[in-house]
């Protein structure tokens, strides 16, 4: 019997698409000996078949359950409530990635694998050695790139080169530890800013943060992107003026 259990959250927001891929990428998915894995589908206010396909996944699945949100409150409560059915389900480490299969399944052993070795944090990085981004338009990947320098001079956080992509391992009980000190809303972010704040709201309480490259395929990307770039512009400069009592666990942070 596996000793270890690792929750994989799939927020989902119109992902319909790229569910087929999905299912297709988790029947084939191996993780690290001694670990088993469920996923947790957020549907978070869909209007589209994503809630019906997750529905059928689910049940054909055995390793899945789904909670849905009655209407769309963005990335960072869909997280939130993974979060929650992730402690729920007692499981040791957490994954979060995107619904929209641009995240390669064969790097989830490897971010599970820094945590087990003793990471707080593991990000699936873009910009470290041996990460890139393929087939990306040029407007999301220069936003990228400028997002990636901001945040580095903003926030500097050591080992972390990747401040935006929601490709993350994180121990259970640093999840945990946070949620129970954080004022709520744990998150005011509701654009896709909020995995830059999730970040910066558990690196305080993280004793290690490690990175593991991959590369973004974009080309394969199924459903439309969700990006709204004047938003998250918007979002991310908010995050440097969020006053510290938003940010309980910043102990120090600008935010």
């Not at 270890?4 to 959250?9: C, Q, S």
């Not at 707080?120 to 890139?132: E, L, M, N, V």
């Not at 972010?189 to 690196?203: G, N, Y």
């Not at 003026?241 to 309980?248: D, E, I, N, V």
Request: glycine share 8%.
């Amino acid at each position: 019997m596996p000793d270890e259990l690792v929750a994989i959250i799939l927020p989902m927001y119109n992902e319909a698409e790229s569910i087929p891929a999905l299912q297709k990428m988790f029947d084939e998915i191996s993780m690290p000996p001694g670990c088993d894995f469920i996923l947790i589908i957020v549907n978070d206010g869909s209007s589209d078949d994503t809630l019906d396909l997750a529905t059928k996944w689910v049940l054909a699945s055995g390793r899945a359950i789904i909670v849905s949100h009655t209407e769309n409150r963005g990335l960072g409560e869909a997280v939130i409530t993974g979060f929650a059915e992730a402690l729920k389900a007692r499981s040791t480490c957490i994954v979060t990635m995107d619904a929209d299969a641009t995240h390669p399944g064969e790097i989830i052993a490897e971010l599970v694998e820094k945590i087990r070795a003793g990471a707080d944090i593991a990000i699936a990085s873009r910009f470290t050695k041996g990460g890139g981004q393929d087939g990306v338009p040029f407007l999301r990947s220069f936003l990228s790139i400028g997002a990636k320098l901001f945040y580095r001079i903003a926030f500097p956080l050591r080992g972390v080169t990747d401040y935006t992509v929601n490709f993350r391992a994180y121990r259970s009980s640093l999840v945990s530890e946070a949620l129970a000190a954080g004022k709520w809303p744990f998150l005011a972010s509701r654009t896709f800013s909020a995995t830059v704040e999730l970040l910066l709201k558990l690196a305080p309480l993280a004793g290690t943060i490690e990175e593991v490259p991959f590369t973004v395929k974009y080309g394969i990307k199924k459903s439309a992107s969700k990006l709204k770039i004047l938003a998250t512009v918007y979002g991310s400069l908010r995050l440097c003026f969020l006053p510290k009592t938003r940010c309980p666990l910043g102990r120090g942070l600008r935010i």
